[in-house]
């Protein structure tokens, strides 16, 4: 079978060669060609109208040279008119063309995979070979070590390591079992043990991996509302100029000297926005091939572009916030007790303690106190934990060690805590932490102070997101106090505790009814619902099947923090698209000053005062400005394929600093290109 690059490493290399790979950008200029078909580009106004433009004037010149007519000029102009198509159209075929090696690879990964389908034959149950291809629904299927999982499903029965770099790009196998929320299996992983049955829940050819390759091939992408809108608006600002430089003609009959059909052809495509409109949809392709870049994959633009409109986000405590693992954040000893001596006890204690909370026990002490862990002596008797007793311990030769809950503790040793101790106790529970109290041979020596421990950093990035606008709320079953302590802590704006599924869901649909939109992540069953009514939702590919349907959006590397970058990544795909809108708009000014002057300056010398460029004669004015107006579209893809860079700042002075850098140098760089151009023009004597 043909090895497959991992999913986010074919990502970020196809990002890296967009402009350097010669296959790449000589596919890329074949599909331009393609896409020159009247058929397609009638989906894109002004581009449309470009074309059929670029058309009339082609006829014309062919017709001034069939009568032996100077057609220079017409055909200089004609020329670069169907260049300005051809540059809008190889924008999105090169946007298109960064995923198509990885979509290649996976499609060829799931033409090849093979199934063992459960049949039934004289009431025995065979294990019969099938292609991938021929499973239908409800089907059952046998995986085995070495096996290429067929399919998408639910895993009914087995437990199994599970190699998903296909798909993620991550190298560590993953467990997958049967019940709970680690049972949904995607189709090209492969078992790496044992062995599942697995009911199959994806159609042919609506997969993970269908999906995955229509997204990055960018065949999936509907247009968003805001690029229908953007649409609209772009259509009516081209019919409002058609009809303005076809009312010129009867303005400049008056003089006796109309201008030429060319002339007006030139004139209406540098002044309607060809620039955005030939950047358009490349813009909203490469925000979702972002998004494929952090390994997270969308069902729609929607999504992606709601991501950018989020106001608030729903963030689980553990793992999100928190890295999901109470620690051990300090000691707190009994009075007469030396802190040393219960950092040793303690560590003793935990000597048989495999869960991370043991284990933090023992680096917090060696941390601390520089308390080495022993190998576990001979003939010591671990006393393992128990929901009944509460407690833990090591029963060695010399003594007894014991740690546990501090009520659990007592009960089982017959003493009552020191009033002293009792009190900062009290004081750990309130603070959000969870008191273990140490004891040994029956007497009470102090108390390991347990926390959930707040990841580095997240309080600044809530700060970000908080410039931002957005409003951050952390979701938690733990009691209150909990909540309201690891919430201060991490600087999240509210907190939803005890929450269950009925009232994360109520949160959301409040918060909607207020008119914000809002994001949460989840992973399982009983976050499906909330997934499915919050306007983002981000599904863990490690979390079940009913989840990932529920969500609009699903994360390769199952990382809940993830939807801070998605944010992100939905803003910069509004910033870009409103950037080189400004931009685009900008243009027409100095366009204006650039070829009105030069078609009627003969007519009427008045307006030679606006030619403010001094450009050499009006044919150089109109072919420099119609050579600008094409090869700015080139000029600005790689930025509409890179995205703006995106900072966290208000949506005031977003808007200040796009109308300084793209406001005014939409309306500066035209005035130094075309000048440029001319230039360049009246030295090798065209114009």
């Known amino acids: 079978m043909d090895t497959m690059m991992p999913m986010g490493q074919a990502t970020r290399r196809g990002r890296a060669a967009a402009f350097t790979d010669r296959t790449l950008l000589g596919r890329a200029a074949l599909d331009a060609l393609r896409k020159l078909s009247p058929a397609k580009l009638v989906r894109n106004p002004v581009i449309f109208v470009t074309e059929v433009v670029a058309i009339l004037v082609t006829l014309l010149a062919g017709l001034d040279a069939a009568r032996g007519q100077g057609f220079a000029f017409q055909a200089g102009i004609a020329i670069w008119l169907w260049l300005t198509v051809l540059f809008a159209t190889f924008a999105e075929a090169v946007a298109e063309g960064r995923g198509r090696a990885q979509a290649e690879s996976l499609r060829r990964a799931r033409g090849e995979a093979r199934a063992k389908l459960l049949v039934r034959a004289d009431d025995r149950a065979l294990w019969q070979p099938r292609g991938a291809t021929e499973l239908k629904l409800g089907d059952l299927v046998l995986v085995e070590a070495g096996d290429i999982i067929p399919s998408d499903g639910e895993i009914i029965e087995g437990i199994a390591s599970v190699n998903e770099a296909a798909v993620t790009g991550e190298s560590a196998p993953v467990i997958r079992e049967s019940g709970g929320d680690r049972s949904a299996v995607t189709g090209g992983t492969m078992v790496v043990s044992d062995w599942l049955v697995v009911r199959i829940t994806a159609a042919p050819g609506s997969t993970f991996l269908d999906r995955m390759i229509a997204l990055v091939e960018g065949a999936a992408r509907q247009k968003t509302p805001n690029e229908i809108a953007l649409d609209i608006l772009l259509a009516g600002m081209t019919i409002i100029f058609l009809i303005a430089v076809a009312s010129l003609v009867g303005l400049?009959?008056?003089?006796?000297?109309?201008?030429?059909?060319?002339?007006?052809?030139?004139?209406?495509v540098t002044l309607i926005p060809t620039t955005i409109g030939g950047l358009l949809s490349a813009i909203g392709i490469a925000g979702m091939d972002r998004l494929v870049r952090f390994n997270v994959l969308a069902t729609s633009g929607r999504a992606v572009e709601a991501a950018g409109d989020v106001d608030v986000l729903l963030l689980d405590k553990t793992g999100t916030i928190?890295?999901?693992?109470?620690?051990?954040?300090?000691f707190v000893p009994a009075p007469g007790?030396?802190?040393?001596?219960?950092?040793?006890?303690?560590?003793?204690?935990?000597?048989g303690d495999e869960t991370p909370e043991g284990r933090s026990i023992l680096a917090y002490?060696?941390?601390?106190?520089?308390?080495?862990?022993?190998?576990?002596?001979?003939?010591?008797?671990?006393?393992?934990?128990?929901?009944?007793?509460?407690?833990?311990?090591?029963?060695?030769?010399?003594?007894?060690?014991?740690?546990?809950?501090?009520?659990s503790l007592s009960g089982s040793l017959g003493v009552a805590i020191p009033p002293a101790l009792a009190e900062a106790v009290e004081r750990i529970a309130r603070q959000g932490g969870t008191p273990l109290a140490v004891g040994r041979d029956g007497v009470v020596l102090g108390a390991i102070e347990l926390k959930d421990i707040v990841k580095p950093g997240i309080r600044e990035r809530f700060a970000e997101l908080r410039r931002m606008g957005i409003r951050t709320v952390m979701v938690t079953g733990d009691n209150r106090l909990t909540a309201a302590a690891i919430a201060a802590e991490a600087g999240v704006d509210d907190f939803l505790a005890e929450a269950t599924p009925e009232q994360k869901l109520g949160y959301i649909r409040k918060a909607q009814g207020e008119g914000r939109l809002v994001a949460m992540a989840g992973d399982g069953t009983n976050d499906a619902p909330a997934l499915a009514q919050a306007d983002v939702g981000l599904a863990m590919q490690t979390g079940t099947q009913a989840a990932r349907e529920a969500g609009n959006m699903v994360d390769l590397d199952s990382d809940p923090t993830k939807l801070i970058e998605v944010v992100e990544i939905g803003k910069q795909l509004l910033i870009t698209r409103g950037a080189l809108t400004t931009f685009s708009i900008a243009n027409d000014v100095a366009k204006y000053f650039a070829i009105l002057p030069a078609i009627f300056v003969a007519s009427y010398p008045e307006l030679g005062v606006f030619n403010v460029m001094r450009l050499a004669s009006p044919e150089s004015a109109i072919l420099s400005a119609v050579i600008f107006n094409a090869l700015i579209i080139v000029a600005l893809v790689p930025l509409a394929l890179r995205g703006v860079t995106y900072s966290p700042v208000g949506a005031a002075a977003l808007l200040r600093r796009n109308l300084v850098i793209y406001g005014v140098g939409g309306i500066v760089a035209p005035f130094l290109g075309i000048k440029l151009i001319d230039l360049f023009l009246t030295l090798i004597g065209v114009a």
Do not use: C
């Open 337 to 351: 007790v030396a802190e040393r001596e219960l950092a040793e006890a303690a560590v003793l204690a935990s000597l």
């Open 365 to 407: 002490a060696r941390e601390r106190h520089g308390t080495v862990a022993p190998a576990l002596p001979e003939g010591a008797k671990v006393v393992p934990f128990t929901a009944q007793t509460r407690l833990s311990g090591l029963d060695l030769p010399d003594g007894q060690y014991r740690k546990g809950a501090v009520d």
């Open 252 to 268: 400049a009959s008056w003089n006796g000297r109309p201008p030429s059909v060319p002339v007006l052809a030139a004139l209406l």
């Open 322 to 330: 928190t890295f999901g693992n109470r620690q051990a954040a300090g």
